[in-house]
């Protein structure tokens, strides 16, 4: 199996420009804005460990050179980021009707990094909640 070249260092954009995303809780939560549900990143997740979370993220598809998202948690929640331009934008993931699911091989691996961070109860209850 061949070696996978390491990415180069991916910027994270907090949006503090663009409050969609942003609240002053520490916990993660979707709230109802008309019909859409948006995610908020919770107030402990600094700019410096979300783009730490970036970059120490799983790429996917995997395997791909430049992916189109990338997974990774923090406190058992599943975050997910997207290329917005010159940057990558996170907020919390959850299943939405019309899109496929994680793919398995990304949420096994999220699953071993829950057990690796000591965070699997609140990580299945994240999927219970928001996964399918």
């Not at 600094?46 to 050179?65: C, V």
């Not at 997974?71 to 899109?99: F, I, K, M, Q, T």
Request: include cysteine; glycine fraction near 10%; proline fraction near 8%.
């Amino acid at each position: 199996m061949p070696s996978e070249r390491p990415r180069q260092r991916l910027r994270y954009d907090p949006g503090e420009h663009r409050l969609k995303h942003c609240w002053n809780k520490p916990n993660a939560e979707f709230v109802r804005r008309g019909s859409a549900l948006i995610g908020k990143c919770p107030s402990t997740l600094s700019k410096q460990l979300a783009e730490q979370r970036l970059n120490d993220g799983i790429g996917y598809p995997i395997g791909q050179e430049t992916p189109e998202r990338i997974y990774n948690l923090y406190d058992g929640v599943v975050y997910e980021a997207v290329y917005s331009g010159d940057s990558w934008h996170g907020y919390p993931w959850r299943y939405r009707p019309g899109r496929k699911s994680l793919p398995r091989q990304i949420k096994q691996e999220l699953e071993r990094r829950a057990e690796q961070q000591d965070c699997l109860s609140g990580y299945k209850h994240w999927m219970k909640e928001h996964g399918r």
